[in-house]
């Protein structure tokens, strides 16, 4: 239907054309339109008869390759190709996504698929691995670019040992590293590298020639860089992605429709026309004629210019006298400026006063010479050129700062600059007023210096400084105070910084702040009066010893030197603890050796009347009379011996067992005893409870003396109950891992504990400290005790290396806790009991060592009647005599004999 219309105005043309006879030449070009129309005609129905036209392509490019392809002031991409690319937009009516950015970006991303075509590209081996490449558009020679101060550079060859700067990405990467040269330093573009080079940070790159002489130029450097031959000229492509081939023909028949003189309209544009002479001849003769006729009139203006020039040099003398006058005394103030006055243009000084070479030390030559990056000290150049080209770009920075030079001499010193951007010859410079502040720098150094040490000995005080800003009320009176400084001391001992207390009051960092404090730091305050005190702070739980005074005569601020002593004071206390456990040790201790003494000797009195019971007893009858006063003689002595046993404990003589036991044993033996039911028996509203840890480890001692001290605590503990109540006994594994301070001081380590509390009235605290005194009691003294039960249960836990501590509350009861070194050794097998006839002698000679009479008459008799044979001495050196002429099997002494 489309053909059949597209014929029928063909036909209809045609016949318009030769019956209306139009203009030839306006028909002969609709007639060639219609035949290019009727040839075109089935590509016209191919595209229409596309269910998927390309509706839109991304293309990638360097955004940094002017005049091609760059960035303007505002970020906004322009250049030949941005032109080309947009008015193949107009030809093709696909739209174009065209995106700058870093080359290696841009090869990434045509890589991982992520744009359509890519723009700016050489051709490499490499490259055409995986894209398809279009027909190259334009040469572009690639050569290397070297400081003046570098000679000897001419090609590849010679860059060995060279750094050379390089855009990441480029193709010249794979061009060096073929021919040997590793020595490379990438950029992520041409304008960084220049910058670098600009800074003298690198000093030989390779660059492609178009973006290298625009920024050489831009940087007003092109005199400071040499180049050599072209290395090679590559070729820009386009490309694509080896499978997309399609796509690549659509790109070029897209540019094959844009005609020469499009292409170079956007090439004048941006690379500017060539001023050419051309050979019309036609306009030289008219140009001629113009000459001839403009010269008569210049000769006539010439005549009447005479004239006028006479009438004006008097004028112009007078204004020429005048202005030399004027460029004198500007002159002298320029060369007698106190400040370096200097022009600097192409990176160069090229005007500059006297005082410009005083400052620098460099002479005329010298300063026009080298270029004025390299008199700036090296750490100084980033700010300098930073600011150089905010300042080109228009930017606002401030017109004046400062930075450090080098003179000749190799000095520093500190310069400040004010800078003017001016017209020096028609192309800008920069109007340069330096001043040498370098006193002025060291000056303020030294204040600074000053205050660091001020500052320095407050952080490194030992003791805690702060200072305070008093809070008045509305009457004057002195009601708070704020935290305006605080050192690091102050820091460490209370726990809060000074960035978060600076500016608050005491009680919005401390609500909980004592009246005291503020009385105290207010009555320095007010009067100016320094104090000194030591006070607990509740909120940081410490005692703290305070200097406090007023620095000046205001009293709106004072200062406080704080001192934590509550180490300092718990040490005293632990020194006063430590000295008052020495004198209980010595008190003990010297009451035990009276003891002892005492039980030594009453040892010996009731050893003779046991010793002379027993052996009347084994002379008199069963039935006898007499034999049952001889039995009450030896019970009440036995009695005796019991006591002796307790003052023997109390002297730390009397454990004279140490086996592996379990204390729950002890325990349970205990509680089986005629002796605990008879407690029991006597306080019937009591009760008792027993917890054993079966678990328990084992312990070193001695069984008997341990079920007494147990006897002694629960005996006590019984007996301060008055009415109803609990006595509670306790076994269990503890492992103290620092050590405890109570009544005793008990170490780290494992330990077996045995514990007997009571719900009773509890120990008064005047009475604590005495409780393990021999004698003390508060019970009737003969009816309830003796006042050694709790003076035994102290020799018994001392004996067994342990320690003991308590817990007393009046009225509420109170806690013996006894910790006994624990054991790994296992638990000793029971002893059988020996019979008496294993003790029987065959005749074995016995000697008796012993200084009392009595005490050797029973010891001789009683051997005789197990059938030994018996001598008896009263000292050592009769034993020792007797036993030089006589041999004997046993030796039996009295081991605390003096002398022995």
């Known amino acids: 239907m489309i053909t059949s219309s597209i014929m029928l105005t063909v036909r209809t043309v045609i016949a318009s054309y030769k019956s209306k006879k139009q203009n030839t030449k306006v028909a002969t070009y609709l007639f060639i339109f219609i035949l290019s129309f009727i040839f075109c005609f089935p590509t016209i129905i191919g595209i229409a008869a596309n269910p998927d036209p390309l509706k839109e392509i991304t293309v990638v490019s ?120 590793k020595t490379l330093r990438e950029y992520p573009s041409y304008e960084s590298i220049v910058r670098d080079a600009f800074k003298q940070k690198v000093k030989v790159f390779c660059i492609d020639a178009p973006p290298g002489y625009y920024y050489l130029y831009k940087m007003n450097i092109q005199d400071q860089y040499q180049q050599t031959a072209p290395l090679y000229t590559g070729q820009f492509h386009r490309a694509v992605r080896k499978e997309r081939m399609d796509l690549l023909k659509i790109v070029e028949d897209g540019f094959a429709k844009i005609s020469s003189q499009e292409h170079e309209e956007i090439e004048k544009e941006w690379r500017g026309s060539r001023i050419l002479l051309r050979p019309y001849l036609t306009h030289i003769l008219y140009l001629f004629g113009g000459l001839v006729i403009l010269g008569a009139m210049l000769l006539l203006w010439n005549y009447i210019l005479r004239r ?50 005083m400052i620098s030390g460099y002479s005329t030559e010298e300063l026009k010479a080298k270029p004025f990056v390299e008199f700036i000290h090296p750490d100084d150049r980033d700010i300098v050129f930073g600011n150089y080209l905010r300042r080109i770009k228009g930017e606002d920075i401030p017109d004046s700062y400062s930075f450090r030079m080098i003179t000749k001499d190799s000095n520093i010193r500190w310069v400040e600059v004010n800078i003017v951007i001016i017209s020096w010859t028609g192309n800008p410079a920069s109007l340069i007023f330096m001043t040498d502040v370098t006193d002025r720098k060291q000056s303020e150094e030294a204040l600074r210096e000053s205050e660091r040490e001020v500052k320095a000995l ?11 800003e008093s809070v008045f009320d509305d009457d004057g009176n002195f009601v708070s105070y704020r935290f305006v400084y605080i050192n690091d001391a102050y820091e460490r001992i209370t726990g809060v910084l000074n960035d978060e207390v600076r500016g608050k009051t005491v009680h919005e960092v401390w609500p909980d702040t004592e009246a005291s404090w503020i009385k105290a730091y207010g009555d320095v305050a ?47 206390e632990e020194k006063r603890g430590l000295e008052e456990r020495l004198r209980r040790a010595e008190k003990m201790e ?29 002379e008199i009858p069963e039935g006898h009379r007499s034999r049952g006063y001889v039995e009450k003689i030896l019970k009440s002595t036995e009695k005796g011996a019991a006591i002796v046993q ?71 503990a019984a007996e301060s109950i008055d009415g109803r109540g609990e006595v509670a006994i306790r076994t269990e594994n503890r492992y103290l891992d620092t050590a405890i301070r109570g009544y005793d001081e008990i170490k780290e380590g494992d330990y077996v504990v045995l514990t007997v509390s009571d719900t009773g009235m509890g120990i008064p605290a005047e009475s604590k400290e005495k409780i393990f005194e021999p004698f003390y009691t508060k019970k009737t003294m003969g009816r309830s005790g003796t006042g050694l039960g709790l003076s035994i249960v102290w020799g018994t836990v001392k004996d067994h290396n342990g320690h003991i501590d308590v817990h007393t509350e009046v009225g509420e009861g109170t806690t ?55 001598h008896a001495v009263s000292s050592g050196e009769e034993a020792v005599e007797y036993l030089k002429e006589n041999k004997v099997d046993i030796l039996l002494l009295d081991m605390i004999m003096t002398p022995l």
């Open 62 to 181: 360097d955004d940094n390759y002017p005049p091609f392809i760059f960035r303007d002031a505002k970020g906004h991409l322009q250049g030949i190709l941005v032109d080309e690319w947009r008015l193949w937009e107009e030809k093709t009516g696909i739209k174009v996504d065209l995106q700058g950015m870093d080359w290696d970006k841009a090869l990434k991303t045509i890589a991982e698929g992520r744009a359509d075509v890519i723009d700016t590209i050489f051709f490499t081996e490499e490259r055409a691995k995986t894209l398809a490449f279009s027909e190259p558009y334009a040469s572009i020679d690639v050569p290397i670019f070297f400081h003046n101060s570098i000679s000897g550079i001419k090609g590849v060859e010679s860059l060995q040992g060279f750094t050379i700067g390089v855009k990441s990405g480029d193709a010249c990467i794979d061009y060096f590293k073929k021919h040997g040269i």
């Open 308 to 357: 006028k020039v006479s009438e004006k040099t008097v004028q112009l003398q007078e204004a020429i006298d005048s202005l030399e006058k004027s460029e004198d005394k500007y002159r002298k103030l320029f060369e007698n400026a106190n400040e370096a006055i200097f022009v600097i243009q192409d990176g160069k000084l090229i005007f500059f006063n006297p005082m410009t070479r």
């Open 458 to 468: 407050f952080k490194s005080m030992i003791n805690a400084f702060v200072l305070f």
């Open 526 to 572: 007010m009067t100016g009066v320094p104090n000194n005190f030591d006070m607990y702070h509740g909120p940081t739980g410490k005692l703290y010893h305070c200097n406090v005074y007023r620095p000046g005569n205001t009293k709106d601020r004072f200062c406080v030197v704080f001192e934590d002593i509550t180490e300092r004071k718990q040490a005293e």
């Open 590 to 618: 010297a009451l035990g050796q009276l003891a002892g003494g005492v039980a030594h000797d009453l040892n010996n009195v009731l050893g003779v009347l046991t010793g002379y019971s027993e052996l009347l007893l084994a």
């Open 646 to 716: 307790d003052l023997l404990t109390l002297a730390r003589r009397g454990v004279t067992a140490s086996e592996v036991i379990d204390l729950n044993d002890v325990v349970s033996g205990f509680v089986k005893t005629p002796v605990f039911e008879n407690i029991k028996d006597y306080h019937p509203r009591v009760t008792f409870r027993i917890e054993c840890d079966n678990n328990l480890l084992n312990i070193k001692g001695s069984p008997v003396h341990l079920e007494k001290a147990l006897m002694n605590l629960v005996s006590n």
């Open 816 to 870: 013996f806790t006894l910790y006994f070194p624990a054991t790994r050794e296992e638990l000793t097998t029971p002893q059988q009991k020996v019979p008496i006839e294993r003790y029987m002698g065959k005749g074995e000679s016995v000697l008796v060592v012993d200084d009392i009479t009595e005490q050797r008459e029973v010891a001789s008799a009683l051997l005789k009647k197990l059938g030994y044979k018996v």
